[in-house]
């Protein structure tokens, strides 16, 4: 059985780790276009920060580790066609072009950057950062003395992790959203008001409601212009989102979202024969609202791309089934931490349920402890049976964690009722003997 992997970071160097596990005899290739496999883009915002420095930890392992698993990686290959009829690739490599055949296909070619359509994007001082060259490139620009301003356009969790790690580098810094509120997608205003709170608190120029028309300067940046106004800066980093790369499956027919995400079914198949995909190029399953849900996260492409690796090796056996994601996702923000799982109020409401939610805020711990600060959580649950929804949670010490919980519970079916009484872990400098969760859970009417 010939393997071929278009696509060697989490989701295809998972697959074809589990593949090879599962059919030792298999013919197992993977194709990367870039030179870099096993690349961790979600540690570029803390390499530019400094909080470490060799680029080489986001890189987990090399072509030689895999070829001494009997896993062959080609990097600096580009598969630029694919024909599922004759299950046939054609691939471009240094200028030359070759084609191969297959006995079962995954693609896992992740994400692109998002663009927004405006003039200038291709001046000195524009930066993306989405690939490990991204990040080499601008963390070196800004060790530039003459590069004081930057200017961060769009505030999801790149947009907002880059804009802490540039206030740790000294700069001066501007974010630029044209939602109404920073990170619209990810978090509901209840919780994402208070990032705002904290970044102007540490000097965080903030522009909602206001969009890029286009970046100002000769040859290099030296402002930018949008539809309100026009800002001196010596620095852009976009940070607008991604997009599936599957531009080049146009042909082939395959289902796709209208993002342009591949459809896959829970054994990660495609609506192409002997076809998988996971990763941020497909979209996933989302266990709460039941539906194909597009998720560009690590964790979901880690966890679909191994049973995909499971599936695709098989030669005989049921499949494995993927139970779907939560979407469960944090970010840090200076001195704040935020989490989310679930569905949002907004994806609640689009999915059919009827909700309720309720918005508290309680302490991290008890007040004799140092270190006691405010806590906020947000609860999305069904109207009528009072089953779990969604959660979100944001304070200084203690919130991620908690979201982690809350992630169990919405997986098992917990009702407020459960999470009212649910025996979370006491002691002083760790929470109160009821915790927010449960205050949450007992106050949900």
């Known amino acids: 059985m010939k393997i071929i992997i278009i696509g060697g970071e989490a989701a295809g160097m998972s697959a074809a780790a589990k593949a090879r ?32 420095s060799d680029s080489g930890y986001m890189s987990e392992f090399t072509p030689a580790q895999f070829a001494e698993r009997g896993i ?78 930057v200017t961060i356009i769009g505030s999801g969790f790149i947009g907002l992790e880059v804009a802490e790690a540039m ?20 978090f509901d205003a209840e919780i994402s ?5 904290e970044l102007e608190k540490a000097g965080v120029e903030i522009l909602t409601s206001e969009s890029l028309m ?10 930018v212009i949008t539809d309100k106004g026009e800002y001196a800066t010596d620095l852009v980093v976009v940070c607008t989102g991604v997009k ?31 076809v998988w995909s996971a990763g941020d190029c497909a979209a996933i399953w989302n266990s709460i609202s039941q539906r194909n849900q597009y998720i560009p996260l690590a964790t979901g492409a880690n966890k679909l791309g191994r049973l995909v690796g499971d599936n695709i090796a098989q030669i005989e056996g049921e499949p494995l089934q993927f139970p779907g994601s939560l979407g469960t996702s944090c970010v840090r923000t200076l001195g704040l931490e935020a989490g989310r799982t679930g569905l949002s109020e907004r994806e609640a409401t689009d999915a059919g349920f009827m909700v309720k939610t309720l918005t508290i805020k309680d302490k991290c711990h008890t007040n004799y402890c140092a270190g006691q600060s405010d806590m906020h959580m947000k609860l999305i649950y069904e109207a009528e049976t009072k ?36 025996d979370f872990a006491y002691a002083p400098p760790f929470a109160r003997t009821w915790d927010i969760m449960n205050v949450a859970g007992n106050v949900a009417k």
């Open 21 to 52: 596990r599962v059919n030792p005899s298999a013919e197992i290739i993977v194709y990367e276009a870039s030179e870099i496999i096993s690349f961790g883009a979600c540690g570029l915002p803390y390499y530019v920060a400094d909080e470490f």
């Open 193 to 197: 008001v208070h990032i705002h709170t």
């Open 387 to 422: 089953r779990i929804l969604g959660a979100q949670l944001i304070g200084y010490k203690g919130a991620v964690h908690r979201i982690d919980a809350m992630a169990v519970a919405i997986t098992m079916g917990v009702t407020t009722s459960q999470l009212g009484m649910m």
């Open 214 to 223: 286009a970046i100002k300067g000769d040859t290099a940046v030296s402002g």
């Open 72 to 149: 062959t990686v080609n990097t600096g290959h580009r598969v630029t066609k694919v024909d599922a009829d004759v299950k046939k690739l054609e691939i471009s490599h240094n200028g030359d072009v070759f084609v191969t055949h297959y006995d079962r296909l995954m693609i896992a070619t992740g994400a692109r950057e998002v663009l927004p359509p405006v003039e200038g994007l291709q001046k000195n001082g524009v930066h993306t950062l989405r690939v490990m060259n991204d990040g080499i490139a601008l963390k070196a620009t800004i060790q530039d003395a003459n590069c004081q301003h």
């Open 167 to 186: 206030l740790h580098q000294g700069k001066q810094v501007r974010l630029i959203e044209r939602a109404e509120r920073l990170i619209p997608d990810a």
């Open 244 to 274: 599936p790369n599957t531009a080049f499956l146009q042909e082939t027919g395959i289902e796709t979202l209208p993002n342009g995400a591949i459809v896959v079914d829970r054994e990660g198949k495609t609506s192409l024969p002997d």
